[in-house]
């Protein structure tokens, strides 16, 4: 079946450490997301990629970084940057053009040790 | 700017009681509008979704909402609660074709 791998499930970061969270589908689809869920806050968006080399600043991007090497990955490296890390993260991806729904993967939650 | 508000954080109904969920966006041109579940420690899953035609949305699960352009809303209804349709909700639109907005989402709790 079609969808989305989100590795590892949980994360643990050490104060200055880059860590790095894998996004994976075989959904073909062209367009990928990376949220951020807090508690209250809902989902905010990270980073966004609409094709392959290429991809935008979301709404909290400070602290993070992404590449899009391939069409398959998408993966995120939450940088020594970021003071405020502990979260829930989600990828997605979609279509392009908006009216399809987008597909989440399972989810990663990084704590600080 | 778009806009998604979910009215009510926390809604509490009775095994068989009627689930009204809210949601009002901002939007200078249709939106398309999504409704999210989520079981916890798990991703979202799509309940409905409008973008345009009729509508009244069906979806997943006995879950139906209705987009009502005048009253800029997309409201969340099943007829009969049940025991596992206690999870968190989100309301989404998408208007520029990119990335999606949420709502803060609401936790529906079900008693029997």
């Known amino acids: 079946d079609g969808g989305i791998t989100q590795s590892p499930k949980y994360l643990f970061r050490k104060e200055g450490q880059n860590v790095t969270l894998s996004c994976e589908q075989n959904l073909n689809h062209d367009a990928m997301y990376w949220y951020r869920q807090d508690p209250g806050q809902g989902l905010r968006l990270i980073y966004y990629?609409?094709?392959?080399?290429?991809?935008q600043k979301g709404d909290i991007a400070e602290g993070y970084s992404v590449s899009r090497e391939k069409k398959e990955s998408f993966p995120l490296t939450v940088t020594s940057a970021q003071k405020n890390p502990t979260a829930f993260y989600l990828c997605a991806s979609s279509t392009t053009g908006g009216k399809q729904p987008q597909h989440f993967g399972d989810g990663t939650r990084l704590s600080i040790l | 700017a778009q806009s998604v508000t979910q009215l009510g954080s926390h809604v509490s109904v009775s095994e068989g009681a009627l689930v009204l969920l809210r949601c009002n966006y901002s939007?200078?041109?249709?939106?398309?509008l999504f409704w999210y579940v989520q079981y916890p420690n798990q991703g979202l899953q799509l309940l409905l979704k409008?973008?345009?035609?009729?509508?009244l949305v069906k979806g997943i699960n006995g879950f139906e909402a209705e987009f009502k352009k005048s009253e800029t809303s997309f409201h969340l209804t099943k007829p009969s609660a049940h025991m596992s349709d206690a999870a968190e909700y989100f309301c989404?639109?998408?208007?520029?074709?990119?990335?999606?907005?949420f709502g803060k989402g609401t936790t529906l709790s079900v008693s029997s």
């Open positions: 409008y973008t345009t035609g009729a509508t």
């Open positions: 990629s609409q094709i392959v080399n290429d991809f």
């Open positions: 989404a639109v998408n208007q520029a074709g990119t990335a999606l907005i």
């Open positions: 939007s200078s041109v249709p939106p398309y």
